[in-house]
C-alpha cells in the first residue's frame, strides 16, 4: 500500500499537534516534514511524534514551495491554522495545485469553496471534523428538509463553549442554526451564545478543569411559546482526539476522488462519511 503523504498546517497550534502526531502514527499515511504557520510564529521548527517539522510564514512559503512539492511524494494539505487565513490559504492551495482537507472555520465560506470551483483541485471543506457530530448535523439536515417548520413558534437558545484561543463563533453552531431556521425558528448566528472565559466555563457550565484549554460543548434548546414543552440537544466534547479519525478519513476520501479525476470539487464531511 503507498503511504498517503500529509502537510500539517497550523503547527505547532495545539490541535495541529494532536492530528500531526495522528498522522505520523496512522498506518499509510507519512508526516511532510514542512507546516504552513502564522507571521507571529517565531520557531523556525517544532518536534511532533520525534520528527522534526520545519515552520514556514506566510512571507516565505511561496519561495520554499518547489523545495517541498519536488522533495515530497504529492501530499494532502491539511489546515487547522487562523480563521483570518482561510481565504488566503485557500488561494495559495488552489494557486500551487495542493489539495486540502479545510478544518479551519471562519473567512468568508461561499468565496472559499468557490475558489476551489475554479480551480483544478478537489478539497474537503468542513467546520467539523468530528465524524459523529457530523453525523448528528446530516440527522439534522434530514429534519429540516423534510419536517420544514416542525419547531414553528418555539423559542431557540444555543450556548457554544471553546477553548480561550478560539476566536470565532463555532462552524458547527451555524450549521445547527441553519436547521432550526428551516425547521420554522427565526433565530441569528449572531445571537448564539458564545463562551469564551475560563472562570464562566468553570462554576456555570461545569467544564472540567483539565480540559478548559481544549473543549467544545453545544447546547441547543427548544421552548414552546407556553413554555409547557422543552426539548434539549447537547454535544460536549473534551479534548481534541474526536478530530483525529476523521481528518485521517477525509484524506483518505480526497485521494480517492482525485484518483478518480475530481477537479474543481468541493465535499463535505457527510461526503466522507457516505464513502
Not at 237 to 253: K, Q, S
Request: hydrophobic fraction near 40%; charge should be negative.
Amino acid at each position: 500500500m503507498t503511504s498517503i503523504h500529509v502537510m500539517i498546517n497550523g503547527l505547532p497550534g495545539n490541535v495541529c499537534r494532536i492530528i500531526a502526531a495522528g498522522v505520523a502514527a496512522g498506518e499509510g499515511f507519512t508526516l511532510v516534514p514542512w507546516s504552513l504557520t502564522g507571521p507571529e510564529i517565531t520557531d523556525e521548527t517544532c518536534t511532533v511524534a520525534g520528527k522534526t517539522v520545519r515552520l514556514i510564514r506566510p512571507e516565505g512559503r511561496d519561495a520554499v514551495m518547489a523545495e517541498i512539492v519536488t522533495s515530497q511524494a504529492p501530499f494532502i494539505s491539511v489546515d487547522f491554522t487562523h480563521p483570518t487565513a482561510v481565504n488566503a490559504n485557500a488561494d495559495f492551495y488552489c494557486r500551487h495545485n495542493l489539495p486540502f482537507v479545510m478544518g479551519t472555520t471562519g473567512g468568508d465560506r461561499e468565496r472559499l469553496a468557490e475558489t476551489v470551483r475554479q480551480s483544478s483541485i478537489a478539497a474537503v471543506i468542513a467546520p467539523n471534523m468530528a465524524k459523529q457530530i457530523v453525523g448528528l448535523q446530516a440527522m439534522m439536515a434530514y429534519g429540516a428538509e423534510t419536517f420544514p417548520d416542525l419547531f414553528k413558534g418555539y423559542r431557540l437558545a444555543v450556548t457554544e463553549s471553546h477553548q480561550q484561543g478560539k476566536a470565532d463563533t463555532s462552524g458547527t453552531a451555524k450549521a445547527m442554526v441553519s436547521y432550526f431556521n428551516a425547521m420554522g425558528i427565526p433565530f441569528g448566528a449572531d445571537q448564539i451564545r458564545m463562551v469564551r472565559d475560563p472562570q464562566t466555563q468553570r462554576t456555570e457550565l461545569g467544564i472540567p478543569e483539565a480540559h478548559l484549554g481544549g473543549h467544545g460543548w453545544h447546547t441547543y434548546t427548544l421552548t414552546s411559546a407556553d413554555q409547557t414543552v422543552t426539548f434539549e440537544f447537547t454535544h460536549n466534547v473534551n479534548g481534541r482526539d474526536i478530530y483525529t479519525p476523521g481528518v485521517l478519513d477525509a484524506v483518505a476520501f480526497l485521494v480517492k476522488k482525485i484518483t478518480k479525476g475530481a477537479t474543481g470539487s468541493v465535499f463535505s464531511m457527510i461526503d466522507v462519511l457516505k464513502g
